[in-house]
């Protein structure tokens, strides 16, 4: 029953009636489907002797990506924020919560990922429309950018176009195991299908960011799934190509001559600067636009300005223990490899992106953090010997990834300026 509960929660997540259906409108349906899913799938669990809670290192990464976006108030005696952070967050730790520990089983794992990918194909169709009739199926009217192209959006969490397409990058990371991984040819017709119109929807979107993690999606997943650097980067290299041929009319990605990218670089500088006035903690929660007019537009500086070290730490810890989770899983269990590979492709989606964008705090990473969970979960249950432990030596890799990433921000900057 819990399953079914899940379900319901991912639907209302991606396709959002309650902000747009006449007699829905305004009704917390997330938060009753939420709880509604807790709480049959603690009674699951009570009356079963072998099901209970995935015992994963993303459990212990999350609970301190949350302590310190609350400690990032806290050392300040800002409790005004403090209410605030939790109540923003506590949505996101909810969603990994249900989505990690529902889908305990192979088979609700694959109808998940099947049901995330299908919502996020009919949002293409939104898009499509949007862009034929001038508004969207939620009466949402075309976004237009700043050189007055048209943008197509959706509403709530994904009402920005760069979020939008960011489900379509991620989805492709998902459809991309349907089509080469291990499954039957009405999967792979589908995922074929479903690959064409993530691509289009992408354009839709006129996201340079979205096309970055699109081509890093189908660039990594080539890599990954040959195995042979040489062969895997030449498929990868002539999708990528292919995608950035076709991509929209705003393809100056990194052009640092750009006005835009340059003011970018200039929020990365003065993020750097906020964390070095408060390395341990940050700025606080939300604090970065209190300082500045705009975002970081890097969601990595993003949280060492607000969070600190400790809450950078934390966060790539998130990134670091579900990517080496999946390659565990790869190695171990070949049912579960073709979902594992496209799982790690989205997620390398996410993270490119994620250098041009600030989106530390959105729902999308922390669902590919829970999947993540789960698969390695699953593999555990079915074979004892699949262990994950975060010991002191990923302590170290995830430090040195988080410092790294920083360093590598820098010289940007100083290659700009």
Known sequence: MSFIFFLLYLFCTFIRPQEWVPGLIE?????????????????EMM??????????PQNMLILGLFASILMSHIVHTYF????????????NFILFFIVLNVNNSEWKLKAAVWFIAILSFSLVFQGIHQMEYGIGWAGQPLYYGENAETRITWV?????????ALVFALGTGIVLSFIFGRTGIISKIAGSIMLGYFSYGVFLTNSRSGMVALMATIFFYFIRRTKKYILGSVLGSLGAAAIFLLGPSRKAIINVEEAAAYNRVELWYEGILMMKSN???????????DQLPQTAHNSFILAGAELGFVGLFFFIGLIYASFKGLSIVQKADPKLQ?????????????????????RTYVILPYMLFALSGSLLHIAQKRNPQVTFKFTAKDAGFTALWSLGTLVFAYVLIKITF
């Not at 009704?27 to 009674?43: E, N, W």
């Not at 072998?50 to 015992?55: E, G, N, Q, V």
């Open 27 to 43: 009704q917390p349906l997330v938060d009753y489907l939420s709880i509604a899913t807790i709480i049959f799938l603690s009674f």
């Open 47 to 56: 009356g079963s002797k072998t099901s209970r809670l995935a015992r994963v």
């Open 80 to 91: 005004e924020g403090l209410s605030f952070a939790f109540n923003q967050f506590i949505v």
């Open 156 to 164: 709530g969490v994904f009402n920005d176009p760069n979020d939008l």
């Open 279 to 289: 390395p341990v903690f940050g700025v606080g929660y939300g604090m970065f636009t």
């Open 338 to 358: 073709t979902y594992a590979t496209g799982l790690q492709a989205a997620l390398i989606g996410y993270c490119t992106a994620a250098f041009f964008l600030s």
